[in-house]
Nanobody
């Protein structure tokens, strides 16, 4: 069992920054990849980015590339999503997920409870 707890969401003006954190417990080889997804109001959950606990593998959705950065602290079992140059269209509930690899929700077995990010114009 892997437990994921997100934090760091909030309200920010367009152009601002936020950093989300995801603390993981109970990691295993089957959860070598961590990902962030988001679900805008009235829309489906969408992929944001993924990072591996080992190595330097990161991958981002085109919509956030160059603005969002994933990082990890293995000692703290925590993954971070640094979000810069935020836009109103980034408003969503952001979810942390753990799994094998991929950009689809079905690729990830474990999910956090989500944290709200609201970007005002």
């Amino acid at each position: 069992q892997v437990d994921l707890v997100e934090s760091g969401g909030g309200l920010v003006q367009a152009g601002g920054s936020l950093r989300l954190s995801c603390a993981a417990s109970g990691r295993s080889f089957s959860t070598d990849y961590m990902a962030w997804f988001r679900q805008p109001p009235g829309k489906e959950r969408e992929f944001v980015g993924t990072i591996r606990w080992t190595g330097r593998t990161t991958y981002y959705a085109d919509s956030v590339k160059g603005r969002f950065t994933l990082s990890r602290d293995n000692a703290k079992n925590t993954v971070y999503l640094q979000m810069n140059s935020l836009k109103p269209e980034d408003t969503a509930v952001y979810y942390c997920a753990a799994g094998a690899r991929g950009t689809l929700t079905r690729d990830y077995m474990y999910w956090g409870q989500g944290t709200q990010v609201t970007v005002s114009s």
